[in-house]
């Protein structure tokens, strides 16, 4: 009964350096998405994926990438990391055919860029 | 473009009392799904309830409630006899039922509950 999964947890990240941010699904949702959340506020949009092969940019895409290769998994590339990346980022993932089905979560990956 | 605004940064209740949290939205698509989700200082996010634009009643689950005002466009939630442990950040979010469906999500409002 894994749901999402995220790793890593927390990382710290120096000015310029890269990373990714994995994500795995186990419940065959066809969407998946990754948000980020300033403090104080809500969250964003940073890319999403409607299905293996196919992904987009959401509202806030500068200074990542994406792949979806499976259905299951859905890494965030961060290229030459900066402070205003600092953030919490959270992967979710959601069953296409039903628009009321609600978006699972992950527990969400804590990222400092000093 | 999709807007959802939540008004109250903070609110405070008392323990076994009711407190609704605000939540208006703009759009002009007919058809679209609204949310409410949770997040405790744990940080994960907890889905709480959902109302469709087409649904004739309001959503309720347990506790929660939905007070859809479709004119208005407003989606209050209702959280009856609050607890000690529904002290968190609470976010009103919508989706549409084509495209991304991706949600777009107001600011939030911190919920306390003082015993």
């Known amino acids: 009964n894994a749901g999402v999964t995220q790793t890593p947890k927390f990382r710290i990240l120096k000015i310029g350096q890269s990373m990714t941010l994995q994500c795995a699904q186990d419940?065959?949702?066809?969407?998946m998405y990754w948000y980020r959340q300033d403090p104080g506020m809500g969250l964003k949009l940073i890319y999403y994926?409607?299905?293996?092969?196919?992904?987009d940019k959401g509202e806030v895409p500068n200074g990542y990438n994406v792949s979806r290769s499976t259905t299951e998994d859905f890494p965030l590339r961060l290229e030459l990391a900066a402070p205003s990346q600092t953030s919490v980022y959270f992967c979710?993932?959601?069953?296409?055919?039903?628009?009321?089905?609600?978006?699972?979560f992950g527990q969400g990956t804590r990222l400092t860029v000093v | 473009a999709q807007k959802i605004t939540q008004t109250q940064p903070g609110m405070f209740v008392q323990e076994k009392e009711a407190v609704t949290l605000d939540c208006t939205y703009d759009?002009?698509?007919?058809?679209?799904?609204l949310f409410w989700y949770k997040q405790p200082s744990s940080g994960e996010m907890i889905f709480l309830i959902y109302q469709g634009s087409y649904d004739q009643q309001n959503a309720t689950e347990g506790r929660y409630s939905l007070n859809f005002q479709k004119a208005r466009k407003s989606a209050n939630l209702v959280i009856s006899a609050s607890q000690l442990g529904d002290s968190a950040m609470y976010f009103c979010?919508?989706?549409?039922?084509?495209?991304?469906?991706?949600?777009?999500f107001g600011s939030g409002t911190r919920l306390q509950v003082q015993p």
């Open positions: 419940m065959n949702h066809n969407y």
């Open positions: 994926s409607v299905g293996a092969g196919i992904t």
């Open positions: 979710a993932s959601s069953y296409k055919d039903r628009m009321n089905t609600e978006a699972f």
């Open positions: 759009t002009s698509d007919p058809s679209y799904g």
């Open positions: 979010a919508m989706s549409f039922d084509t495209g991304r469906r991706a949600l777009t």
